[in-house]
């Protein structure tokens, strides 16, 4: 329920609506020309949540007034433009345009009067939303910034939200992955705004870690590009990283690799060196007995004659 509802009727016969909201009260879902939301919606985890969400087609010289913003309000300009008044700062809002209302941050907003905007909201919380919001690159002191992919791509998203408004344990479900989707779709069309200034989301170590782990049951049949396209780096800043914490490039790593599971082989089966140069990634035996000797000082027929008790 709502503490009050003021419905307005434009000339163009178009409604739209406005009111204070008791969070506390039961979900809320309203469908009406010009304005579509669904509020006071259950929260279903912790690190991030979604408190309210909608599209409206605000009248000429709509005013909205923030007070105390009790969570994080994201909004996607469609058409149309507007300002907003934050930190005694005035931002102007155009389509193609996202901006932030931000959590015990008060702001107030303007449609514009000849062209009144038409825009997406989506509001949420949770441990993580600083940090996502962070990541999507605004700020209290950047609370507007140019989308770096059509605001229509959200669109689809916004409506599986609203789309999913009957009270059900899966649209619950539905509703957390659709907010989840919007944020990553969003931090990665930003991310890529930073032209020559890539901002890699994790430490250098993580990284690393990520990489060791995809070696060990991939090794025989990946290179180096495979290693940095999986993780999501570009080449020069993984081999970089690798060497500082392995104190060896990935190549040699990855040579390594093979070389040691070839040995294993050598040791402990009867398969024929062609068997085992091809199962440890190298097609042509040649250049895998050669490069065993390199690392072993003797080639595979003698490694395997010499251990043959062991």
């Not at 107030?108 to 038409?118: G, I, M, S, V």
């Not at 919380?125 to 229509?152: C, F, R």
């Not at 025989?220 to 999501?232: L, Q």
Request: proline share 4%.
């Amino acid at each position: 329920m709502l503490k009050y509802i003021k419905t307005v009727v434009k000339n163009n016969g178009l409604l739209y609506e406005s009111g204070e909201w008791d969070m506390e009260k039961s979900m809320s879902y309203k469908n009406i020309v010009g304005l579509r939301f669904l509020r006071n919606i259950k929260r279903q985890t912790n690190d991030l949540y979604l408190v309210h969400c909608g599209h409206q087609q605000c009248p000429p010289n709509y005013t909205y007034d923030h007070k105390i913003p009790n969570e994080y309000h994201l909004h996607f300009v469609l058409d149309g433009k507007g300002r907003i008044e934050m930190n005694g700062k005035v931002y102007h809002v155009k389509k193609e345009d996202i901006f932030m209302i931000f959590k015990d941050v008060p702001m107030k907003y303007f449609a514009d009067e000849d062209e009144p905007w038409e825009y997406m909201w989506v509001t949420f919380d949770g441990y993580a939303a600083e940090e996502y919001v962070n990541k999507i690159g605004l700020s209290p002191e950047k609370p507007v910034a140019t989308s770096a992919i059509p605001v229509k791509t959200y669109f689809p998203m916004v409506k599986k939200i609203l789309d999913a408004y009957e009270l059900t344990i899966a649209n619950e479900i539905k509703r957390v992955g659709y907010l989840f989707e919007i944020i990553a779709t969003l931090i990665e069309a930003q991310a890529s705004l930073e032209k020559g200034k890539r901002q890699y989301d994790y430490s250098s170590e993580a990284y690393v870690d990520y990489a060791l782990q995809y070696i060990k049951t991939n090794y025989a049949h990946i290179k180096v590009n495979d290693i940095a396209k999986y993780i999501g780096i570009n080449r020069s800043y993984f081999t970089s990283i690798f060497k500082k914490k392995m104190n060896m490039s990935p190549q040699d790593y990855l040579m390594n690799c093979r070389l040691k599971k070839a040995e294993e082989l050598i040791k402990t089966t009867n398969l024929s060196f062609k068997e085992i140069s091809e199962t440890v990634g190298y097609e042509n035996p040649l250049t895998f007995s050669k490069m065993f000797k390199q690392a072993y000082g003797c080639s595979p027929k003698s490694y395997r004659e010499n251990n043959k008790d062991e």
